[in-house]
Nanobody
């Protein structure tokens, strides 16, 4: 069974930083592309950043230059370093495969105050 556990969210002032972690119990994790997604109430879930098993990354325009996705295949963990946070980054952040499947975890709340 697939299990995804996100952590590291919290309340931070605009301009601050957070580092999110995703512990992923996924078979052949090392060759599975992963991504971070976020969701605001009333809006569609959107992809924020993605990383292939080989470490190739891509980012949504809204976070490019501020967020960095990385992975540690030995630990089956994906990270999202978020710098220069803005109030519009406030959302629940989820990790999942790319493309995603319907095995979402609980997510972790990120709240950025102004």
């Amino acid at each position: 069974q697939v299990r995804l556990v996100e952590s590291g969210g919290g309340l931070v002032q605009a301009g601050g930083s957070l580092r999110l972690s995703c512990a992923a119990s996924i078979r052949v994790f090392s060759i599975t592309a992963m991504a971070w997604y976020r969701q605001v109430p009333g809006k569609q879930r959107e992809q924020v950043a993605a990383i292939t098993g080989g470490g190739i990354t891509n980012y949504a325009d809204s976070v490019k230059g501020r967020f960095t996705i990385s992975r540690d295949n030995a630990k089956n963990t994906v990270y999202l370093q978020m710098n220069g946070l803005k109030p519009e980054d406030t959302a629940v952040y989820f990790c999942n495969t790319r493309p995603y499947r319907d095995w979402w975890g609980q997510g972790t709340q990120v709240t950025v105050s102004s």
